[in-house]
């Protein structure tokens, strides 16, 4: 559900066998002591680097939109979000 | 003149400046090859003619005026990952079918400044998820070696189009294996630069702290020369490192300095084939009488290693396919009329069943209960896979193994079995976790289907890695035929 994936029926049996062998194996992860290792998010060292704060050209809305299923007035058209009140 | 589809850049460039060939001529010879061979291989998604004869055009008038660049007039393939502004990029997906791109990535523009000339998009696993392209939505692409094998994935279409001489080189990703492994099994050189080496702006991404853009070529050279052209830092790409672009330094010096690694762990994994390993201790034998020291290491968290790979790379990814929702660009279940419904109908419709699992999988491991014992356990044993190498490295300059434990198998061999499949990454993943620069080069046949030799370096010592494989190439006179379909 959180991941949105829209499962229907018959899938979840079909996973949920592949993926309990897939957790088999993920699980040998638990034999390692661990407990004063600190975690890796990022492997190389890389100074946060953040750019000269000055405009730049960037596309324009025309470019942005180009590829949207759908639009309307310059924006992104969506399925209603929230029910009418 | 040599059959120009099976030379290097750099036998070609010296054509293309003696005018011995246009890179008009050279474009149409490959274009001409892609329609003859393409049906049987499927290397190819799509050919970008228009663009080709533009470009060649372009070098031709450089070549003229007495001013090529390095690339100039050579023709590239590039994984369907890679941004490329008005030309269909999809990830191998689905979900992105029609997608074109505003702008080019920043890899793909600097080849294109450097003057290459670009045939088409190869094929690829859906975002770049599975090691033998047959996890593309679209079709899978065919060894040229022997037409009833995988090439190898994810990026098999870009090393498929490079043995099959139907592109002089092509552009891969690594996130595991990705460009070493496929590398390994159509028997060309791939290389995966160190993490942030290559700006990974228009990358689709899959993994981002494991993701790298490097090259396929048929000579180690040339490997050099592709990666030199694509490296630097990016302002675009916050990862993108800030250092000297020194990665051909000292290509041919030779190993008779150098102390190479043997990690046992890397000779015993399961499923090894006696023919890869065989060969591979050949190479390793020719690498000795060229002068090098061959030092046994460990890395002793190596079995540890597929499990952490298959936490974050899942993770990642399921963080990363978040923005495919039907809205912004690709496919759009627009009948639907709630946004929930919306998103639902178009990632169920769009998603190939391994991109699925690693969401699933990703997503569990990311939750809140699961946390810990997965994702925070993973990244710990990341830590412990790196210290691994680390001390490795303090006895040896290099490390040399097999690429792939297993020559190319045969279609559907592993489909109906990720764990298997998954496998196939164990000798190239460690590399990722590591952020390491990895070499895979061709080091013989076995039963017919080629064998790949691969060396990892220390991070930014990708002249280490491309010196040793360099060295291996002139002492075992290797080099990359063109397979003929």
């Not at chain 1, 000055?54 to 025309?62: E, I, K, M």
């Not at chain 2, 750099?10 to 008009?24: D, F, Q, V, W």
């Not at chain 2, 033998?132 to 189009?161: I, Q």
């Not at chain 2, 080629?450 to 002492?475: K, S």
């Amino acid at each position: 559900m959180l991941a949105r994936l829209g499962l229907e029926p018959g899938d979840e049996e079909f996973y949920a066998e592949q993926l309990s062998g897939i957790l088999g194996a993920i699980d040998r992860l638990q034999e390692l002591e661990t407990k004063h290792i600190p975690p890796t998010a990022q492997v190389v060292e890389v100074e946060a680097t953040l750019r000269e704060d000055v405009p730049r050209p960037s596309l324009s809305q025309d470019e942005v939109l180009a590829n949207a299923p759908a639009r309307v007035d310059g924006f992104f058209r969506v399925p209603s979000i929230q029910e009418e009140a | 003149m040599a059959d120009p589809t099976r030379l290097t850049i750099t036998e070609l460039g010296e054509l293309l400046r003696e005018r011995e060939i246009s890179a008009a001529e050279l474009a149409l010879l490959h274009l001409d090859r892609i329609k003859s061979l393409d049906p049987d291989v499927q290397a190819f998604l799509r050919v970008t003619e228009e663009i080709a004869l533009e470009q060649a055009d372009a070098a031709d008038k450089a070549l003229a005026a007495g001013d090529p660049g390095p690339l100039t007039g050579i023709p590239m393939a590039v994984k369907d990952v890679l941004c490329v502004k008005g030309v269909e990029t999809t990830a191998g997906s689905k979900i992105l079918a029609g997608y074109r791109p505003p702008y080019t990535g920043t890899a793909v523009q600097r080849l294109f400044d450097a003057g290459a000339v670009m045939l088409g998009v190869t094929n690829c696993d859906e975002f770049a998820m599975g090691s033998s392209t047959e996890n593309s939505s679209y079709f899978p692409t065919h060894n040229p070696w022997k037409l009833d094998r995988v090439p190898g994935g994810s990026s098999g279409g870009s090393a498929a189009a490079v043995e099959a001489g139907e592109a002089v080189f092509s552009l891969g990703t690594d996130t595991g294996g990705s460009i070493r492994q496929p590398a390994a099994l159509c028997g060309v050189v791939g290389m995966k630069p160190t993490y942030g080496r290559v700006s990974r702006h228009g990358l689709i991404a899959f993994a981002s702290s494991l993701d790298q853009i490097g090259p396929f070529a048929r000579s180690v050279e040339d490997c050099a020369l592709i990666l030199e052209a694509m490296a630097g830092h990016d302002p675009l790409d916050s990862t993108s490192a800030n250092r000297p672009n020194d990665v051909r330094h000292r290509i041919n010096a030779g190993v008779e300095d150098m102390k190479l690694g043997v990690p046992r762990e890397y000779f015993d994994v399961d499923g090894m084939e006696p023919g890869v390993k065989q060969h591979v201790e050949q190479a390793l034998k020719m690498l000795e009488s060229a002068g090098a020291t061959l030092v046994d290491v460990t890395l002793p968290h190596t079995d540890y290693g597929l499990a952490a790979y298959y936490i974050i790379a899942p993770a990642e990814c399921s963080s990363n396919l978040a923005r495919f929702d039907g809205v912004k660009y690709g496919l759009s279940a627009q009948d639907e009329q709630n946004i929930t419904d919306l998103y639902m109908k178009t990632r169920r419709s769009g998603f190939g069943t391994e991109v699925r699992r690693r969401v699933m999988l990703g997503t569990y491991a990311l939750s809140s209960g699961y946390y810990d014992a997965y994702y925070l356990q993973a990244q710990k044993v990341r830590t412990l896979i790196k210290r691994d190498f680390d001390a490795a490295f303090e006895k040896c300059d290099a490390i040399v193994s097999a690429t792939s434990p297993t020559v190319a198998f045969e279609l559907g061999a592993k489909t109906q079995d990720p764990l298997a499949m998954y496998l196939c990454d164990v000798l190239t993943l460690g590399g990722n976790l590591a952020g390491l620069p990895g070499i895979s080069v061709p080091c013989g046949m076995s039963g017919g289907l080629p064998v790949g030799l691969q060396v990892l370096a220390p991070q930014w010592r990708e002249d280490v890695a491309l010196r040793v494989a360099r060295a291996y190439e002139l002492a075992s006179d290797m080099r990359v035929e063109v397979a003929l379909v």
